[in-house]
């Protein structure tokens, strides 16, 4: 209950806050947004957190299908033999390659 009052509290504030600052605001802040987004550096770190989590994902894969494999359901295991065959093939499901 306690959670839920400060949600409501904050939910107050902020439109409060927002009805006061205007339209005019919130599309300045919606232009900073943008432009951060566009930043070269924003997007070369963006796609280096990417591929970084898809390297420990698929380490986490092969980690975890190697120690459980034997004790896992047949259609689990085979969903984990399709998803590892799937990576080794160079693209992910966005197109994108995985080097």
């Known amino acids: 209950m306690r959670y839920r009052l400060t949600f409501m509290a904050g939910l107050g504030v902020g439109y409060v806050l927002g009805a006061r600052a ?3 605001r919130y599309e300045q802040m ?3 947004a ?3 987004a566009r930043n070269p550096a924003v997007r070369n ?3 280096s ?3 970084t989590s898809r390297e420990v994902a698929g380490k986490a894969l092969h ?6 494999g034997d004790r896992m359901p047949d259609a689990v ?3 984990v033999r399709s998803l590892r065959e799937r990576s ?3 693209e992910d499901d966005w197109g994108t390659s995985n080097t």
């Open 34 to 36: 943008r432009e951060f």
């Open 45 to 47: 770190a963006a796609e």
């Open 77 to 79: 295991a085979e969903r």
């Open 63 to 68: 980690a975890v299908s190697d120690k459980v």
């Open 88 to 90: 080794q093939g160079g």
């Open 49 to 51: 957190a990417a591929l």
């Open 22 to 24: 205007g339209q005019e």
């Open 30 to 32: 919606k232009k900073s």
